[in-house]
């Protein structure tokens, strides 16, 4: 019987601190069990110390291999062969049944012969739940629990003849069978109703022992510690305790169903009684199993003590384990190596090296293994030959071994390479690497979407092809700080700046590794604001592309895109038409495209004047794109007076020209006889405007660079002074000063009739 049960917390907490025992732990021998003569229930009387010689013999069937002084009561049994639900069908199970107890006494049922109707039971973190049926044998039920929980088949009928010698009793009451795992009754109290029956006893145990194994409830004997654990339950004997490094999950488990260790004199009695301090659970587990199916240290991984190589055991067949990517695969299912002795790895015959690609020979199927523990079926050669296997270097995997592996979906083109994190999709013969999760998504659509790991030689060995993520994504190789557009072509196109790629819609934004984006073409230049979609001209504002008519677009040279490529943008049905006019969002100013650049319109007329008396559209930008294109010198006015940071000159704008007015009262003059107001302009706009000829005063000499006349300028003209007299006498005693102007700007002035 158990020493604890999953019922309730309340039942956890009490069952810890009375420490509840079950009565199997104290029978040498199922016979002693059965011969009591009680209905499926064992005489404490009779199990605590009246046991004889006969009560303690093994059953004449079981075959007395077991080497007690082998047993480890830290390791019990390993965990790859306590969880391993593949080890028998029913079938073998039923075979095993019936071997093992050939007719039954007249008006008994034997459990080789046991039916009963099973109920379904719902799946939960510890078992996948169970599909009943009517009139099921002993043998399916062990079985489908066994697929169920995830228990070894053979612990399970093994604890059934441990607990109430089911597997060889031939005269077994139905309360036997009602508490044929002594699951939920405890010692201490009755059994709870929940779990009579054979079918509730085998699916409780089986669940209970995978609670046991989940370390949350149960933590008192804890795998990787060592802990003190007691050799007889009852405290009046004082049978003391030892301390016990419990190695694995499976031998916790036994002593949480179990809680005590068998003594010396019980395992130099082997089937036998030992003394007054013997108990006698595990050391029955321990012999039952290893007599009826082998070492409860089996394992499909080992290597011989001194040696180097590690070997996959198959069908009593070895095969070397040559990478570490292989070794992992394996262990996610068998566990960890076993050392054996050198002269037993010697004896086995040596087969091809294992790998993860494996054969199943009953249905024919080719495998690949992955680290969770999942097999995968090739579809097909090119498939395995990509992997960088050769076609037949597959092992054929025992059924015990490959049916460790759950059943996933069929390779697909979509792999990850072992050591890294990265996905990848197989095109062309290329390797593309999938840089989104929603790239991958949209790949994968339609398909189960399975991601294989490819080994690293093989994967390294693909060539690499463009990465794979959606047109309209923005991307930075890793070592360099450009960042592209891709394009729906796979080529990257480099931006100038993020504000002016979002009005473009493209906001996704990816780093990646140089390696995948080494095949993708580079288009020359970089984007701009406004593309060439296969000859019809597009504006990007707000996240899409707009039409625009005309041809003047302002000095910028528009990319030139294919169809294909715009049509990763969204499209506007707005349209616009030549000259172009913008707005940062949230702000009042005005800009035309001009040179290249945008220019402030500084006022409404000048803008109606541009916009040539049409009903004006507006392209909406963010302030950053505004930015990052460039704001140029702005449209004047014509009269407008203008100056320049950090000079001291004015200027008068008329006539598509600045022209310098140079003293104060001819800027009076110019202005009615008021003082105008003057808009100050950035230095460096200066050069973008069209210098004229300066605007002079009456009474102003001038000469034009290499030409020798000096004129004498009034009444708004130029007039030649031809005599030194005269010039003198026009100065009126003033020093004489002579303003020197380019030869251009001669033809600016109107000339008058000469000064003699």
């Known amino acids: 019987m158990t020493g604890q049960r999953f019922l309730s917390l309340q039942t956890i907490v009490a069952s810890v601190a009375a420490g509840i025992l079950g009565a199997s732990i104290l029978v040498a021998s199922p016979v002693a069990a059965a011969s009591t003569g009680f209905p499926g229930v064992v005489s404490m009387a009779a199990s605590s110390g009246s046991a004889t010689a006969t009560h303690a013999a093994a059953p004449n069937d079981i075959t007395k291999a077991a080497n007690l002084a082998s047993f480890r009561p830290g390791n019990i049994i390993a965990d790859a062969v306590f969880f391993n639900p593949s080890t028998m069908s029913s079938a073998n199970i039923d075979s095993f049944l019936r071997s093992k107890v050939s007719s039954c006494r007249a008006g008994y049922v034997c459990l080789k012969d046991y039916r009963q109707n099973t109920p379904n039971r719902s799946a939960d973190a510890y078992c996948r739940g169970y599909s009943g049926a009517g009139n099921e044998s002993a043998a399916t039920i062990i079985a489908k629990v066994a697929q169920s929980c995830g228990i070894n088949p053979q612990v399970l009928v093994v604890m059934l003849e441990k607990e109430q010698s089911l597997v060889t009793h031939t005269f077994p009451s139905q309360g036997r069978f009602n508490i044929a795992m002594g699951q939920g009754c405890p010692d201490t109290a009755g059994c709870d109703p929940g779990y009579l029956g054979f079918f509730y006893q085998v699916y409780g145990a089986a669940r209970q022992m995978k609670i046991y194994a989940e370390g949350r409830w149960f933590t008192y004997y804890a795998p990787g510690r060592t802990w003190n654990i007691l050799y007889h339950p009852r405290p009046e004997r004082n049978c003391g305790s030892s301390p016990v490094y419990v190695e694995n999950t499976a031998t916790a488990a036994l002593y949480y169903y ?90 086995l015959p040596r087969g091809g090296d294992a790998s993860r690609y494996v054969h199943d020979p009953r249905t024919g199927t080719l495998y690949v293994l992955d680290p969770d523990g999942t097999k995968h079926r090739f579809l097909n050669p090119e498939q395995i030959a990509r992997f960088g296997y050769a076609f037949s270097s597959y092992v054929n995997l025992a059924p015990t071994l490959i049916d460790q592996f759950t059943t996933g979906a069929e390779v697909t083109n979509f792999f990850r390479i072992w050591d890294g994190p990265d996905l990848y999709v197989f095109e062309s013969g290329k390797k593309r690497h999938i840089a989104s999760y929603s790239m991958w998504q949209l790949l994968s659509r339609g398909t189960s979407g399975y991601v294989a790991f490819m080994p690293s030689g093989a994967a390294t060995a693909l060539p690499m092809g463009p990465v794979a993520l959606e047109p309209n994504t923005l991307i930075r190789p890793a070592s360099t700080g450009e960042v592209y557009l891709l394009l729906s072509s796979n080529t990257l196109l480099h931006i100038p700046s993020f504000a002016l790629a979002a009005e473009f819609g493209a906001s996704r934004y990816m780093i990646v590794p140089d390696s995948s984006v080494s095949a993708n073409l580079r288009a020359k230049g970089s984007l701009t604001p406004i593309v060439q979609c296969a000859g019809a001209t597009k504006i990007a504002a707000g996240g899409k592309i707009h039409a625009v008519t005309g041809t003047d677009f302002g000095g910028i040279a528009p990319a030139v895109l294919s169809a294909q490529d715009c049509g990763a943008f969204a499209p506007s049905t707005s349209t616009y038409a030549t000259p172009l006019f913008l707005q940062a969002a949230g702000h009042p100013e005005v800009y035309a495209v001009g040179g290249g650049k945008l220019k402030h319109v500084r006022s409404y007329a000048v803008l109606q004047s541009l916009n040539g008396g049409r009903p004006l559209s507006l392209i909406t930008w963010s302030k950053a794109t505004v930015t990052d294109v460039g704001v140029g010198s702005s449209y004047l006015a014509d009269k407008e007076f203008v100056s320049f940071t950090g000079r001291g000159e004015i200027y008068q704008y008329t006539e598509g020209q600045l022209r310098h007015v140079r003293d104060y009262s001819t800027l009076l003059s110019l202005n009615g006889g008021r003082v105008p107001s003057i808009t100050s302009l950035k230095a460096d706009w200066l050069p973008d405007y069209k210098m004229g000829a300066p605007i002079l005063s009456s009474g102003t000499f001038v000469q034009f660079d290499g030409l020798p006349e000096v004129f004498f300028f009034s009444d708004g003209q130029l007039r030649h002074v031809q005599s030194y007299a005269s010039l003198v006498r026009l100065a009126n005693g003033r020093p004489l000063t002579i303003v020197k102007l380019p030869a251009a700007n001669k033809g600016a002035y109107v000339l008058g009739t000469p000064i003699p």
């Open 258 to 347: 179990t809680p005590y260790q068998p003594n010396r004199a019980a395992l130099t009695a082997g089937y036998g009684e030992g003394d007054r301090c013997s108990s006698y659970g595990n050391r029955n587990f321990y012999q039952f199993f290893t007599d009826w199916f082998g070492s409860t240290q089996a394992s499909a991984l080992i290597h011989g003590a001194g040696q180097a190589d590690i070997y996959l055991v198959s069908a009593g067949t070895k095969h070397r384990v040559s990478t570490l990517e292989d070794l992992a695969v394996f262990r996610s299912r068998f566990g960890s190596v076993t050392e054996v002795s050198a002269e037993y790895a010697n004896s």
